[in-house]
């Protein structure tokens, strides 16, 4: 069984923001990827959200999109570093670039880019039904944007705000290393049986 | 693959108290249980831990160990439920209940009674070079205590609190539910090469 | 001097949300009332912090806008149990009960029934300069609706989450009671030397 | 009246670690400093706890305690920087530096050195009854210590953990800069009446 279990040192990052390991722990666990399905990974940054979706999807295929360049060097670098040849880097800005998406079983969706309404629209044409989104939000814009953008859409959503406070040692006492607060938001696609 | 999802309100529960999912999800990940592995979890309260461990350990084996009867009742309900037929119930106080402990690749500890100097020698005793031990706590007392007691144990530790504040909906709006802070330390024995 | 530190149970406060004692005592602290000044209360509430406001406000006076029966009558009881004749209450809804604010120094503003624009612009009608706004959000909306609403306005903004885990004794150890985290806005008007 | 507003980046404070704004101001709202009164400041740092609390203590002095030479300077020029002729360091360590302290009615203490217990004697015995010792932590270790020396002793201890994210501004959007968690204690010293 794959653990999500990657520390953050062994991605390889440059200067791209990278996702922490105990919420990219989190956004799997609730992105419940089963071996064999399709995933997307919208803004994909450093990959190493792709990267842990590509291990838990074994025969699947991860679909890994970023506009940066420097992001889509990282992704592939990583994803050779972690032998995932299951990921596919698609160049490009959502939702426009979410047009080739085969049927995914997981969309993950960090940044946004102000497009959001748009990209769940493009999400929801691409997801299976019982499907789910799983969505990060690290700005205090974002959390209500994401709330009341599935206000009236048919999808079960959940969210909550994690917080982690890491303890490094300094001398005889271990202190609190605070990263920053994320909101992690998981709607599941009805079926067609729910409505 | 099996991915920690299953929601507080399945497990029956009584008036035991239990971990929270998002905890036990985390709890899990850090746990990283292979299948076909022995894992023990310490204090085992609902047996909501050792289900979700027994449902990533497969073919493995997991030890409850729990003192009190209504906990030991539940245990053995929840075990039912989600047909997890690898639980044994070891009905006791640690560490005195560990002695029967096979060696183990996993140990969860959740609550110490005040013992824990003599739980970690007993865990440290059946536990496999390389595992691991994942302890959570939940006392303003408990944190220091652990720190301290793995200062000079042949462990690398880490620790981190994490606190979540679910979302719920009222009317038009989305407030906080927040959930108690739980601190989660992951233990890694060294192995022999190490020292 | 005055020191914010009323405690929850010393309110008299029936079934209405109020406060928590140190978020009133950050609200006070940011809010920086100077004995002798106007200050409005927008959605009193239970009146904790019109009192604690009144209270610092010396000579000065608070007018305490409420719209909620039951607030209004509990308004009055805190106001007389805490000895404070200089609480005003104003029955109505912001922004029309707010038309008949004085020059206010200080204006605090807690729930918006989602007329916070509005709200805003009679607040700033009824606000001197180098005055400030202080505004705390409880919902996953507000935090962003409050920021974009100060995007154009000439105010200096800041603002910060706030989260307490208060510690309370169970038997030998000290278990963590979580209040809801708070978002609280500090909105200091510009002054016409600054434009 | 004094507010506790004075912004982070006012004080001198070269590379001690300082309190920051929020968190201080909380200290001293729990500290209720009333003026006239005497205050010690057990391991002042930059001396920024000091300076706030001489602010309060008005006609009163606030004794700052403090080995470091860089903090000792420190502590000095934020005095005068903000005119607080009230404040005497003393130079030297707790529990030896308090010897001199006369009867204060508040005394803060930061920092223990490890030397907790005999810091707490050596501050019952310059506390007036009905006096208050505020208490912050900021390690994994010395949360439990602090409820534990307590145990004993004839005071009403409250504590909680308090954390601020602050938000920042970046491009269009919020972002969180989270500041490490403190636990701030605050212990009534009982009077003759209640035993």
């Known amino acids: 069984m794959h653990t ?49 979706a590509a291990l838990a999807a074994g025969s699947g295929k991860v679909y890994a999109i970023e506009k940066n360049p420097e992001g889509i060097g990282l992704i592939r670098q990583n994803a050779e570093k972690f032998g995932c040849g299951n990921i596919e880097v698609i160049e490009g800005t959502a939702p426009e670039a979410m047009d080739s998406l085969p049927v995914c079983q997981v969309i993950l969706i960090g940044g946004t880019g102000g497009h959001l309404p748009a990209i769940l629209d493009a999400a929801d044409a691409h997801l299976a039904p019982g499907g789910r989104v799983v969505l990060t939000a690290v700005t205090a814009e974002t959390t209500g944007d994401i709330v009341r953008a599935f206000a009236d859409r048919p999808y079960a959503l959940e969210g909550f705000q994690m917080q982690v406070n890491r303890l490094r040692k300094l001398g005889r006492y271990h202190l609190y290393s605070p990263l920053s607060p994320v909101f992690i938001f998981t709607a599941v696609k009805e079926t067609a049986d729910r409505s």
């Open 4 to 52: 999500f279990g990657i520390a953050d040192e062994e991605f390889i990052r440059g200067k791209v923001p990278m996702t922490k390991a105990e919420i990219r722990a989190m956004v799997m666990v609730k992105a419940a990827i089963a071996p064999g399905g399709a995933v997307a990974d919208i803004g994909a940054g450093t990959g190493s959200l792709s990267v842990e």
